[in-house]
């Protein structure tokens, strides 16, 4: 096994897929079976989960809703995404539990750290909902902070595209796509690769991320085998 610890960061619009709202339960039941394969390997997942598909903070609050307000909305949408995601694990035989960093004890645990990391030891899955429980904040930033917390080895980013690229692939059909980065270039060239606070965060703590994209045939399970796919940020620059 490449790694014995590894944090999961999942958009609300990659569960989305092509719908203009709500959660694709094909994508959803994909991502469980590939979830499932990497924990039959004796791996520990904990997983980030946005909330993007059903509500997102940022665009609640250009739409005139205190920004704050818009940000506590998104974090309930996470939740609704974690607990989703963990009906779909469990269907598999996945042990799962949710912890929530806004309490709501009637359908979630409340996060606590040294109880996520048992969790995990014991091999159950850790659903993180609810962002980091304070606005202003990205789940970007949460996966970060999260992954520092539990001791994770190594951050994943699913996403939609397969890869961090110099410059847009849908504007600019000869973008490249970057093989490994530094914490440094992402930083200055403002990459989209997470927001600045969760990767100056990683670069404090040294932790890897890998980008790649989700819908790969066994992406997941390639990744967390040490397979080279898509983009790794916390080596030197190279392009693909």
Do not use: W
């Amino acid at each position: 096994m490449a790694y014995q610890r590894i944090l999961l960061k999942v958009s609300g619009e990659a569960l989305m897929g092509d719908l203009t709202y709500g959660t694709d339960p094909n994508i959803v039941d994909n991502m469980a079976n590939a979830v499932n394969s990497v924990v039959q390997e004796g791996i520990q997942l904990a997983i980030v989960v946005g909330g993007g598909n059903i509500f997102r903070g940022i665009k609640g609050a250009s739409g005139g809703m205190d920004r704050a307000t818009a940000d506590y909305v998104g974090m309930l949408a996470t939740v609704m995404n974690a607990i989703t995601l963990q009906d779909a694990l469990e269907q598999k035989g996945i042990p799962t539990r949710v912890q929530t960093a806004i309490a709501m004890q009637e359908i979630a645990e409340p996060y606590i750290r040294r109880r996520a990391i048992r969790h995990l030891e014991k091999g159950r899955v850790v659903i993180f909902g609810g962002g980091s429980g304070n606005p202003f904040f990205t789940t970007d930033t949460t996966a970060a902070l999260r992954a520092a917390e539990i001791s994770a080895d190594v951050i994943f980013k699913a996403t939609k595209v397969d890869g961090v690229y110099d410059s847009d692939p849908h504007v600019n059909p000869q973008a490249k796509r970057y093989k490994t980065l530094n914490y440094h270039h992402v930083l200055t060239h403002e990459l989209a690769v997470m927001d600045s606070t969760a990767i100056a965060l990683c670069k404090e703590r040294q932790m890897p991320i890998v980008v790649f994209n989700l819908f790969g045939e066994g992406n997941i399970y390639r990744a967390a085998m040490g397979e080279l796919i898509g983009t790794t940020v916390g080596g030197s620059c190279e392009i693909s």
